[in-house]
């Protein structure tokens, strides 16, 4: 994998924001594998796709790719996203995309990031305020994606500070993740939630009282139900049975890392 962006092939375009969005797009197109599937080659859809980016023939999978110049060697946390309604309605409907977060620097890429579909839920698109009377778009609402309220396990690196990753252990990541699928969005946010919790917890074991400290915090995400204790043991039940968590004895628990 060449992490080096060729720059002539944006020659022709004048705005910034273009060229680097042909540079970027160009080289995934030729260096990306499909980490779904495996398969050597990821096929581009015609410009201005609303849907996706990339797609795989093999699998079917699609990919959206963002992208962003970032001297810091850290991925970033909020990327800017498309139209606020557009988004929410991809995530409720189940049809959006796999997302793939570059960062890049010196024309080489120093991070990139595979976030599963099935790890968005409502709450990381933040509404942003809508575009004032006099923009060319007045009233238009766009939104940003925070990945910081992906859980760990959601975030797999392909290409880590400058590292790419072997795409054996992407492939298996993915794998081991795709366990926790769902197509229900309150069941998908309350997992999410649960494992980001016990990401918060900087113990590599941990007991039920850790986890019970971020009860007030969950309240407020769910203020509908009265019962965030019993929930939270029911997430555990599941993560321990998906092999995400391990049970030491009782009360104590121990995180499982790939």
Known sequence: MNLIFNLDIAHSYKNNSQKSRVITETWLGDNMYCPICGSPV????KANMPVADFFCRECKSDFELKSRKRKSS????????????TMIERITSMNNPHL???????NCVNNLMLIPKFFFVPEIIIRRPPLKENARRAGWVGCNIDISCVPEDGK??????????PQNSVIDKYRRILSLQTDNLPKRSWLMDTMSCIDSISKEQFTLDDLYAFEKLLKVKHPANNF???????????????????????????????
């Open 42 to 45: 990821l096929l581009q859809y």
């Open 74 to 85: 850290k991925p970033q946390q909020v990327i800017p996203d498309g139209a606020y309604k």
């Open 100 to 106: 793939f977060v570059m960062t890049y620097f010196n």
């Open 156 to 165: 797999i690196f392909i290409i880590n500070k400058g590292i790419v990753v």
């Open 228 to 258: 965030i204790k019993e929930k939270l043991r029911q997430q555990l039940q599941f993560l321990r049975d998906k092999g995400f968590i391990e049970f030491t004895s009782r009360g104590h628990y121990r995180k499982i890392r790939l």
